[in-house]
Protein backbone atom coordinates (compact mmCIF):
# COMPACT_ATOMS: atom_id res chain seq x y z
CA UNK A 1 0.00 0.00 0.00
CA UNK A 2 0.88 3.60 -0.28
CA UNK A 3 4.22 5.03 -1.74
CA UNK A 4 5.35 1.28 -3.17
CA UNK A 5 1.81 0.88 -4.94
CA UNK A 6 2.28 4.25 -6.55
CA UNK A 7 5.63 3.24 -7.21
CA UNK A 8 4.28 -0.18 -8.79
CA UNK A 9 1.54 1.59 -11.06
CA UNK A 10 3.57 4.36 -12.05
CA UNK A 11 6.08 1.71 -13.33
CA UNK A 12 4.03 -0.28 -14.72
CA UNK A 13 2.17 2.77 -17.38
CA UNK A 14 5.43 4.43 -17.70
CA UNK A 15 7.25 1.93 -19.03
CA UNK A 16 4.46 0.55 -22.16
CA UNK A 17 4.92 3.59 -25.15
CA UNK A 18 1.19 2.84 -25.60
CA UNK A 19 0.18 4.93 -22.70
CA UNK A 20 3.51 7.19 -21.96
CA UNK A 21 6.05 8.30 -24.09
CA UNK A 22 9.05 10.57 -23.02
CA UNK A 23 8.91 12.38 -19.57
CA UNK A 24 4.73 12.62 -20.50
CA UNK A 25 2.34 11.77 -17.54
CA UNK A 26 1.91 11.66 -13.62
CA UNK A 27 0.96 9.70 -10.82
CA UNK A 28 -0.03 10.73 -6.84
CA UNK A 29 -0.82 8.98 -4.09
CA UNK A 30 -2.77 11.00 -0.86
CA UNK A 31 -3.47 10.39 2.42
CA UNK A 32 -5.29 12.41 4.56
CA UNK A 33 -2.77 15.29 4.90
CA UNK A 34 -0.43 14.54 2.36
CA UNK A 35 -0.33 14.31 -1.76
CA UNK A 36 2.75 13.09 -3.16
CA UNK A 37 2.88 14.07 -6.79
CA UNK A 38 5.47 12.93 -9.42
CA UNK A 39 7.97 15.56 -9.87
CA UNK A 40 8.09 17.64 -13.03
CA UNK A 41 9.85 15.93 -15.98
CA UNK A 42 10.52 12.81 -14.04
CA UNK A 43 10.19 9.69 -15.61
CA UNK A 44 7.38 7.28 -14.20
CA UNK A 45 9.20 4.58 -15.29
CA UNK A 46 11.83 4.66 -13.47
CA UNK A 47 11.00 6.81 -10.56
CA UNK A 48 11.70 5.44 -7.27
CA UNK A 49 10.45 7.41 -3.50
CA UNK A 50 12.54 10.19 -4.01
CA UNK A 51 10.55 11.08 -7.25
CA UNK A 52 7.72 12.07 -5.66
CA UNK A 53 7.03 15.70 -4.04
CA UNK A 54 5.55 15.80 -0.76
CA UNK A 55 2.74 18.13 -0.32
CA UNK A 56 0.35 19.54 2.03
CA UNK A 57 -2.99 19.15 1.15
CA UNK A 58 -4.36 21.83 3.50
CA UNK A 59 -1.93 24.32 1.59
CA UNK A 60 -3.31 23.11 -1.70
CA UNK A 61 -6.93 23.45 -0.60
CA UNK A 62 -6.12 27.15 0.86
CA UNK A 63 -5.01 27.91 -3.26
CA UNK A 64 -9.13 27.83 -4.25
CA UNK A 65 -9.53 30.71 -1.46
CA UNK A 66 -7.38 33.68 -3.43
CA UNK A 67 -8.16 35.25 -5.99
CA UNK A 68 -5.49 35.53 -8.84
CA UNK A 69 -4.95 38.29 -11.43
CA UNK A 70 -6.29 38.43 -14.27
CA UNK A 71 -3.46 38.34 -16.45
CA UNK A 72 -1.98 34.91 -17.13
CA UNK A 73 1.29 35.90 -17.27
CA UNK A 74 0.95 37.32 -13.28
CA UNK A 75 -1.84 34.86 -12.30
CA UNK A 76 0.54 31.59 -13.46
CA UNK A 77 3.55 33.38 -11.56
CA UNK A 78 1.59 33.40 -8.66
CA UNK A 79 -0.16 30.34 -8.64
CA UNK A 80 3.00 28.29 -9.66
CA UNK A 81 4.58 30.53 -6.19
CA UNK A 82 1.70 29.45 -3.87
CA UNK A 83 2.10 25.54 -5.19
CA UNK A 84 5.63 25.71 -4.38
CA UNK A 85 4.77 26.89 -0.99
CA UNK A 86 2.34 23.77 -0.30
CA UNK A 87 5.69 21.62 -0.27
CA UNK A 88 6.46 20.06 2.87
CA UNK A 89 9.65 20.60 4.60
CA UNK A 90 12.50 18.80 3.05
CA UNK A 91 10.75 19.06 -0.48
CA UNK A 92 12.31 22.52 -1.06
CA UNK A 93 14.62 20.96 -4.28
CA UNK A 94 11.93 19.22 -6.27
CA UNK A 95 9.37 20.67 -8.11
CA UNK A 96 6.09 19.26 -8.61
CA UNK A 97 3.97 18.15 -11.88
CA UNK A 98 1.99 21.32 -13.07
CA UNK A 99 -1.34 19.04 -12.41
CA UNK A 100 -1.09 18.65 -8.93
CA UNK A 101 -4.00 20.64 -8.26
CA UNK A 102 -6.08 18.28 -10.43
CA UNK A 103 -4.65 14.95 -8.89
CA UNK A 104 -5.71 16.57 -5.32
CA UNK A 105 -9.44 17.30 -6.27
CA UNK A 106 -10.24 13.25 -6.67
CA UNK A 107 -11.72 11.61 -3.57
CA UNK A 108 -9.42 8.01 -4.72
CA UNK A 109 -6.21 7.23 -3.25
CA UNK A 110 -4.22 6.63 -6.25
CA UNK A 111 -4.55 8.75 -9.44
CA UNK A 112 -3.09 8.07 -13.02
CA UNK A 113 -2.60 10.69 -15.81
CA UNK A 114 -1.62 9.78 -19.16
CA UNK A 115 -1.70 9.87 -22.66
CA UNK A 116 -2.27 6.80 -24.58
CA UNK A 117 -2.50 7.43 -28.52
CA UNK A 118 -5.97 5.61 -29.00
CA UNK A 119 -7.50 7.64 -25.96
CA UNK A 120 -5.93 10.70 -28.15
CA UNK A 121 -7.79 9.35 -31.10
CA UNK A 122 -10.73 10.38 -29.56
CA UNK A 123 -10.01 13.39 -27.23
CA UNK A 124 -8.70 14.66 -30.26
CA UNK A 125 -11.77 13.89 -32.60
CA UNK A 126 -14.94 15.93 -33.72
CA UNK A 127 -17.30 12.88 -31.99
CA UNK A 128 -15.38 12.40 -29.26
CA UNK A 129 -17.33 13.63 -26.43
CA UNK A 130 -20.69 11.83 -27.69
CA UNK A 131 -18.73 8.91 -27.86
CA UNK A 132 -17.43 9.04 -24.49
CA UNK A 133 -20.76 10.04 -23.72
CA UNK A 134 -21.74 6.53 -24.76
CA UNK A 135 -19.14 4.38 -23.97
CA UNK A 136 -18.41 5.41 -20.16
CA UNK A 137 -21.23 7.06 -18.85
CA UNK A 138 -19.88 8.09 -16.06
CA UNK A 139 -17.06 9.51 -17.24
CA UNK A 140 -16.59 13.86 -17.18
CA UNK A 141 -15.75 14.79 -20.60
CA UNK A 142 -13.46 18.39 -20.05
CA UNK A 143 -13.70 20.79 -23.31
CA UNK A 144 -9.96 21.89 -24.27
CA UNK A 145 -8.94 24.30 -21.59
CA UNK A 146 -5.87 25.82 -20.52
CA UNK A 147 -3.86 23.53 -18.45
CA UNK A 148 -2.51 23.86 -14.99
CA UNK A 149 -4.38 26.45 -12.24
CA UNK A 150 -7.43 27.02 -15.11
CA UNK A 151 -7.87 23.37 -16.34
CA UNK A 152 -8.09 22.11 -12.51
CA UNK A 153 -10.80 24.88 -11.28
CA UNK A 154 -12.37 23.65 -14.23
CA UNK A 155 -12.33 20.09 -13.36
CA UNK A 156 -13.16 21.10 -9.66
CA UNK A 157 -16.29 22.03 -10.41
CA UNK A 158 -17.21 19.75 -12.90
CA UNK A 159 -16.23 16.86 -10.56
CA UNK A 160 -18.20 18.61 -7.61
CA UNK A 161 -21.58 18.72 -9.90
CA UNK A 162 -21.39 15.15 -10.65
CA UNK A 163 -20.91 14.20 -7.37
CA UNK A 164 -23.51 15.93 -5.85
CA UNK A 165 -25.74 15.05 -9.28
CA UNK A 166 -24.77 11.32 -8.65
CA UNK A 167 -23.32 10.83 -5.15
CA UNK A 168 -20.66 9.40 -6.36
CA UNK A 169 -16.95 9.93 -6.62
CA UNK A 170 -15.42 10.83 -9.74
CA UNK A 171 -13.34 8.51 -10.97
CA UNK A 172 -12.58 8.56 -14.72
CA UNK A 173 -11.82 12.33 -16.57
CA UNK A 174 -11.45 12.50 -20.37
CA UNK A 175 -9.19 15.94 -21.57
CA UNK A 176 -10.04 17.46 -24.72
CA UNK A 177 -6.88 17.10 -26.74
CA UNK A 178 -5.15 15.88 -23.89
CA UNK A 179 -5.34 12.95 -22.09
CA UNK A 180 -7.02 11.09 -19.56
CA UNK A 181 -7.22 10.66 -15.55
CA UNK A 182 -7.75 7.26 -13.60
CA UNK A 183 -8.83 7.03 -9.92
CA UNK A 184 -8.90 4.16 -7.50
CA UNK A 185 -8.51 3.32 -4.12
CA UNK A 186 -6.11 0.21 -5.18
CA UNK A 187 -3.72 -0.87 -8.03
CA UNK A 188 -6.97 -3.17 -9.16
CA UNK A 189 -8.98 -0.91 -9.42
CA UNK A 190 -6.70 1.11 -11.73
CA UNK A 191 -5.54 -1.67 -13.66
CA UNK A 192 -9.21 -2.92 -14.18
CA UNK A 193 -10.36 0.54 -15.12
CA UNK A 194 -7.37 0.97 -17.63
CA UNK A 195 -8.47 -2.06 -19.24
CA UNK A 196 -11.96 -1.49 -19.34
CA UNK A 197 -11.41 1.87 -21.35
CA UNK A 198 -8.64 0.81 -23.50
CA UNK A 199 -10.60 -2.71 -24.64
CA UNK A 200 -13.48 -0.36 -25.33
CA UNK A 201 -11.88 2.44 -27.26
CA UNK A 202 -10.00 -0.77 -28.95
CA UNK A 203 -12.42 -2.35 -30.29
CA UNK A 204 -13.88 0.96 -32.42
CA UNK A 205 -10.51 1.33 -33.89
CA UNK A 206 -10.76 -0.20 -36.95
CA UNK A 207 -8.76 2.25 -38.72
CA UNK A 208 -5.32 2.19 -37.92
CA UNK A 209 -2.04 3.69 -38.20
CA UNK A 210 0.62 1.75 -40.81
CA UNK A 211 3.88 1.90 -39.12
CA UNK A 212 5.82 -0.58 -41.37
CA UNK A 213 9.14 -0.06 -42.17
CA UNK A 214 10.40 0.87 -45.93
CA UNK A 215 13.99 0.23 -47.26
CA UNK A 216 15.90 3.45 -48.10
CA UNK A 217 19.11 4.66 -49.38
CA UNK A 218 21.00 5.02 -45.96
CA UNK A 219 23.74 6.84 -48.06
CA UNK A 220 21.59 9.68 -49.92
CA UNK A 221 19.95 9.85 -46.14
CA UNK A 222 22.73 10.35 -44.52
CA UNK A 223 24.08 13.01 -47.03
CA UNK A 224 20.44 14.79 -46.62
CA UNK A 225 21.21 14.85 -42.79
CA UNK A 226 24.44 16.54 -43.27
CA UNK A 227 22.96 19.55 -45.47
CA UNK A 228 20.11 19.89 -42.75
CA UNK A 229 22.57 19.75 -39.67
CA UNK A 230 24.72 22.50 -42.02
CA UNK A 231 21.60 24.60 -42.49
CA UNK A 232 20.40 24.25 -39.12
CA UNK A 233 21.37 27.54 -37.42
CA UNK A 234 21.96 25.89 -33.86
CA UNK A 235 25.26 23.87 -33.98
CA UNK A 236 25.86 20.55 -32.38
CA UNK A 237 22.50 19.14 -33.28
CA UNK A 238 22.00 15.69 -33.86
CA UNK A 239 19.53 14.77 -36.92
CA UNK A 240 17.31 11.13 -37.07
CA UNK A 241 15.18 9.92 -39.95
CA UNK A 242 12.56 7.55 -40.32
CA UNK A 243 10.30 5.84 -42.95
CA UNK A 244 7.07 3.97 -42.75
CA UNK A 245 3.93 3.96 -44.29
CA UNK A 246 2.32 6.27 -42.63
CA UNK A 247 5.41 8.88 -43.13
CA UNK A 248 5.65 8.15 -46.87
CA UNK A 249 1.95 8.37 -47.06
CA UNK A 250 2.42 12.35 -45.43
CA UNK A 251 5.35 12.82 -48.00
CA UNK A 252 3.40 12.18 -50.94
CA UNK A 253 2.37 15.75 -51.37
CA UNK A 254 1.77 19.13 -49.56
CA UNK A 255 -2.02 18.00 -49.46
CA UNK A 256 -1.64 14.75 -47.75
CA UNK A 257 0.94 16.56 -44.90
CA UNK A 258 -1.24 19.71 -44.37
CA UNK A 259 -3.15 18.46 -41.74
CA UNK A 260 -0.20 18.30 -39.85
CA UNK A 261 0.44 21.40 -39.44
CA UNK A 262 -2.77 21.38 -36.75
CA UNK A 263 -0.92 21.06 -32.97
CA UNK A 264 -3.09 17.80 -31.38
CA UNK A 265 -1.87 18.06 -28.10
CA UNK A 266 0.29 19.94 -25.15
CA UNK A 267 3.01 16.79 -25.64
CA UNK A 268 3.46 17.42 -29.13
CA UNK A 269 4.35 20.92 -28.77
CA UNK A 270 6.64 20.46 -25.71
CA UNK A 271 8.61 18.18 -27.43
CA UNK A 272 8.47 18.56 -31.04
CA UNK A 273 7.12 21.91 -31.27
CA UNK A 274 3.98 23.79 -32.44
CA UNK A 275 4.85 23.52 -36.48
CA UNK A 276 6.87 20.76 -38.88
CA UNK A 277 8.35 21.66 -41.87
CA UNK A 278 7.71 20.08 -44.96
CA UNK A 279 10.15 20.74 -47.77
CA UNK A 280 9.06 20.40 -51.15
CA UNK A 281 11.94 19.07 -52.54
CA UNK A 282 15.40 17.50 -51.42
CA UNK A 283 16.60 20.10 -54.43
CA UNK A 284 15.06 22.50 -52.20
CA UNK A 285 17.35 21.85 -49.15
CA UNK A 286 20.14 24.24 -51.06
CA UNK A 287 17.80 27.16 -49.68
CA UNK A 288 17.11 25.70 -46.21
CA UNK A 289 19.49 28.26 -44.42
CA UNK A 290 17.07 30.81 -45.62
CA UNK A 291 13.92 28.64 -45.33
CA UNK A 292 15.02 28.11 -41.71
CA UNK A 293 15.56 31.95 -40.87
CA UNK A 294 12.01 32.65 -41.94
CA UNK A 295 10.19 29.94 -40.40
CA UNK A 296 12.06 31.16 -36.76
CA UNK A 297 10.91 34.80 -37.70
CA UNK A 298 7.50 33.72 -38.58
CA UNK A 299 6.62 31.81 -35.81
CA UNK A 300 9.19 32.39 -33.07
CA UNK A 301 11.09 29.14 -33.15
CA UNK A 302 13.12 26.62 -35.05
CA UNK A 303 10.92 23.50 -36.46
CA UNK A 304 12.18 20.34 -34.73
CA UNK A 305 10.66 17.98 -37.55
CA UNK A 306 11.36 18.36 -41.54
CA UNK A 307 9.40 16.19 -43.76
CA UNK A 308 10.92 16.49 -47.51
CA UNK A 309 8.76 15.02 -50.46
CA UNK A 310 9.13 11.88 -51.24
CA UNK A 311 12.02 10.91 -48.88
CA UNK A 312 10.85 10.70 -44.76
CA UNK A 313 10.73 12.36 -41.89
CA UNK A 314 13.59 14.23 -40.40
CA UNK A 315 13.74 14.74 -36.46
CA UNK A 316 16.18 16.82 -34.70
CA UNK A 317 17.39 17.23 -31.69
CA UNK A 318 20.32 18.74 -29.05
CA UNK A 319 21.27 15.28 -28.65
CA UNK A 320 20.61 11.51 -29.74
CA UNK A 321 18.37 11.39 -26.97
CA UNK A 322 15.98 14.66 -27.80
CA UNK A 323 15.72 13.53 -31.26
CA UNK A 324 14.80 10.08 -30.76
CA UNK A 325 11.93 11.49 -28.00
CA UNK A 326 11.11 14.05 -30.88
CA UNK A 327 10.54 11.33 -33.66
CA UNK A 328 8.88 8.81 -31.13
CA UNK A 329 6.13 11.79 -29.80
CA UNK A 330 5.76 12.74 -33.78
CA UNK A 331 4.87 9.74 -34.65
CA UNK A 332 2.35 10.10 -31.72
CA UNK A 333 1.32 12.36 -33.78
CA UNK A 334 1.37 10.77 -37.04
CA UNK A 335 -0.98 7.77 -35.14
CA UNK A 336 -3.19 9.91 -33.12
CA UNK A 337 -4.14 11.50 -36.65
CA UNK A 338 -4.90 7.73 -37.89
CA UNK A 339 -7.52 6.79 -35.08
CA UNK A 340 -9.01 10.10 -35.39
CA UNK A 341 -10.85 9.22 -38.49
CA UNK A 342 -12.49 5.95 -36.47
CA UNK A 343 -14.07 9.04 -34.26
CA UNK A 344 -15.38 11.56 -37.11
CA UNK A 345 -11.65 13.02 -38.32
CA UNK A 346 -9.82 15.45 -36.57
CA UNK A 347 -9.69 18.03 -34.11
CA UNK A 348 -7.17 19.67 -33.38
CA UNK A 349 -5.99 22.39 -30.69
CA UNK A 350 -7.30 25.75 -30.91
CA UNK A 351 -4.42 28.55 -32.04
CA UNK A 352 -4.83 29.97 -28.43
CA UNK A 353 -4.54 27.31 -26.71
CA UNK A 354 -0.96 26.12 -28.78
CA UNK A 355 0.67 29.78 -28.23
CA UNK A 356 -0.41 29.59 -24.52
CA UNK A 357 1.98 26.36 -24.11
CA UNK A 358 4.48 27.69 -26.72
CA UNK A 359 5.38 30.26 -24.07
CA UNK A 360 4.13 28.32 -20.95
CA UNK A 361 7.50 28.49 -18.79
CA UNK A 362 6.00 25.45 -16.96
CA UNK A 363 6.32 23.01 -19.97
CA UNK A 364 9.64 24.56 -21.09
CA UNK A 365 10.74 23.26 -17.43
CA UNK A 366 8.95 19.91 -17.94
CA UNK A 367 11.14 19.30 -21.43
CA UNK A 368 14.37 20.86 -20.32
CA UNK A 369 14.15 17.90 -17.32
CA UNK A 370 12.67 15.46 -19.60
CA UNK A 371 16.03 15.71 -21.90
CA UNK A 372 18.84 15.52 -19.23
CA UNK A 373 17.20 11.84 -17.37
Request: charged share 30%; aromatic share 10%.
Amino acid sequence: MGIETIIDISHKYGSSAEFVLAGGGNTSYKTKDYLYIKGSGTSLSTIVENGFVKMSRKKLDEIWKKVYPKDKDEREKEVLSDMMASRCEGEENKRPSVETLLHNLFSETYVLHVHPTKVNGITCSIDGEKIVGNLFPDAIWVEETEPGYVLAKKCRKMINDYEEKTGKTAYLLFLQNHGIFFAGNTKEEIDSLVKDVMDKISSLCVIKPSLDEIEYDQKKIDELKKRIKKAYPEKDIIVSFTLNKEVENRCESIDNFAPLYHALTPDHIVYCKALPLFIDSEKVLDLLPKILKDFKKNNGFLPKIIFVKNVGMFALGKSEKDANITSLVWLDALKIHRYTENFGGLRPMAPSMVDFIVNWEVESYRSKVSQNN
